[in-house]
């Protein structure tokens, strides 16, 4: 999973520098009041994803994480909840 992740994120940014890299190219050659390119689509797709990378890399990391520390965790916080209700200092 998180090898599929990080090929998104690399091609996302490939899309995502290429769209900006031809609309800042074209609108440097285009004449004034002349018309240029705004890749727009290949904007929008590298962000798309770069977005479903970078998601997919945090729930890779996740399922990788320390169980026990968030075990330890979720345990300490219920126990404080707990002590809250009743009252207890």
């Known amino acids: ?3 599929d992740a990080m090929r998104r994120l690399k091609f996302g940014m490939i899309w995502l520098v290429g769209g900006i890299i031809v609309t800042v190219g074209s609108f440097a050659v285009a ?8 890749a727009w689509g290949a ?4 962000v798309i994803q770069v977005l479903r990378g970078l998601v997919g890399i945090a729930r890779s990391s996740r399922e990788h994480a320390d169980p026990s520390v968030g075990g330890i965790v979720g345990s300490a916080v219920s126990a404080g909840f707990e002590r ?3 009252g207890d200092d």
Do not use: F, L
Not at 31 to 38: L, N, P, Q
Not at 43 to 46: F, K, P, Y
């Open 1 to 3: 999973m998180r090898q």
């Open 84 to 86: 809250a209700k009743r």
């Open 43 to 46: 904007i929008a797709w590298g």
């Open 31 to 38: 004449e004034d009041g002349g018309s240029y390119v705004v």
